[in-house]
């Protein structure tokens, strides 16, 4: 299986702050790598496929990059309603897997 | 946009068969890859599985054998089933809906809607 490791596990952050979480997959994965948003009692939401693809919908603060075993979400600027839980997911191979998340709290 | 919505039984005891299902709303049951998945405190995001509306599957080897996911394309809904429960299947049930792209592995394949989750506990 790849393993999928996501830091920080939380992190704490300012309205207006410019944020950046990491994943890390535990061999390469090119850029089958994507990224979803989980609210409190809420299903997960797709923010970026294939690595820097922004999902329809998505505010244009969101954005993604690498390539390989290193990736990152950018949110340029945080908005109250971006405080959640984030994960990264490959799809490199059959058994997808997903990251363990990262906790974005207010500071 | 599809919107898909789980229901199922909220308790159960070890070694009973848990049943669940995903009502799909919104657009054709023969669009997507229709998936289960499940999140708990211990294990995070777990995939199970996934049909087409071909009847193809593909479930994560670590619980096959024990899943099945099956499809009723006349009432627009897919079903999963775990067998023999016990409290590691204790967890909050996600169904969603996959894209895939590409035309040959590796592929982009990934969850573009998922449902709000129901909660599954299993206690003797």
């Known amino acids: 299986d790849i393993q999928m490791t996501q830091s920080p596990s939380s992190l704490s952050a300012s309205i207006g702050d410019r944020v950046t979480i990491t994943c890390r997959a535990s061999q390469s994965i090119s850029t089958y790598l994507h990224w979803y948003q989980q609210k409190p009692g809420q299903g997960p939401k797709l923010l970026i496929y294939?690595?820097?693809g922004l999902q329809s919908g998505v505010p244009s603060r969101f954005s993604g990059s690498g390539s390989g075993t290193d990736f990152t979400l950018t949110i340029s600027s945080l908005q109250p309603e971006d405080f959640a839980t984030y994960y990264c997911?490959?799809?490199?191979?059959?058994?997808?897997?997903f990251g363990q998340g990262t906790r974005l709290e207010i500071k | 946009q599809v919107q898909l919505q789980e229901s199922g039984p909220g308790l159960m005891k070890p070694s009973e068969t848990l049943s669940l299902t995903c009502a799909v709303a919104?657009?054709?049951?023969?669009?997507?890859?229709w998936n289960w998945i499940r999140q708990s405190p211990g294990k995070g995001l777990e995939w199970i599985g996934y049909i087409y509306y071909s009847g193809s599957t593909n479930y994560n080897p670590s619980l096959k054998g024990r899943v099945s996911i099956s499809l009723d394309t006349s009432r627009n809904q897919f079903s999963l089933k775990v067998n023999s429960v016990t409290a590691a299947d204790t967890a909050v049930y996600y169904c969603a809906a996959g894209v895939l792209t590409g035309y040959y592995s590796p592929y982009h394949y990934y969850m573009a809607v998922w449902g709000k989750g129901t909660t599954v506990t299993v206690s003797s």
């Open positions: 294939a690595a820097s």
């Open positions: 997911q490959q799809s490199y191979t059959t058994l997808i897997t």
């Open positions: 919104g657009d054709s049951i023969n669009t997507f890859y």
